[in-house]
């Protein structure tokens, strides 16, 4: 299995899955039990999965989960939600705005574009404070990742 759109693999033991296109017959949910992250996609385990024909049923499905199971999060790495929107430092106050999302291995990284030139922003929980929805993405960066004093000269 393999997380699209560059998101992160959001599955776990427990979590009931609905699949998309579902079947005609029979179930049009199911249940992971077991999840283990191999290379750029995932080793899963459903409940009522027990033979090759009943896996067959499943290939090719979309894999959606409710928006309830979702972290907290979430929002962070979905680049569609954070594209376009503006970053306000806690120190240095408007930074830019996200034009990008890079993904890494360990956290995604915004690409920041402002006054200030190109800021590659990791977003990690001691970085990113808040981010209301409709409203500007606030940070905490540490000295020396943004360019410090006043803006651009023109």
Do not use: Y
């Not at 609905?18 to 992971?32: E, F, H």
Request: aromatic share 4%; hydrophobic share 40%.
């Amino acid at each position: 299995m393999v997380p699209t759109n560059g998101l992160p693999l959001l599955l776990r033991e427990g979590l009931e899955v609905a699949l998309v296109p579902p079947r005609l017959k029979g179930p049009r949910s199911l249940w992971v039990d077991s999840c283990s992250e191999r290379g750029g996609g995932a080793l899963v385990s459903f409940g009522g999965i027990q033979t090759l024909g009943d896996a067959s049923q499943i290939v090719g499905k979309t894999v959606l989960v409710r928006k309830r199971d979702l972290p907290d999060d979430f929002e962070l790495h979905d680049s569609r939600s954070v594209v376009g929107r503006e970053v306000v430092d806690m120190r240095l106050g408007p930074i830019g705005t996200v034009v990008d999302v890079m993904r890494g291995p360990a956290q995604d990284v915004w690409v920041v574009d402002g006054a200030r030139g190109e800021t590659l922003i990791p977003v990690v929980d001691a970085i990113v404070r808040s981010w209301e929805e409709g409203g500007p993405l606030v940070v905490d960066l540490p000295r020396g990742l943004a360019e410090e004093g006043s803006e651009a000269c023109d």
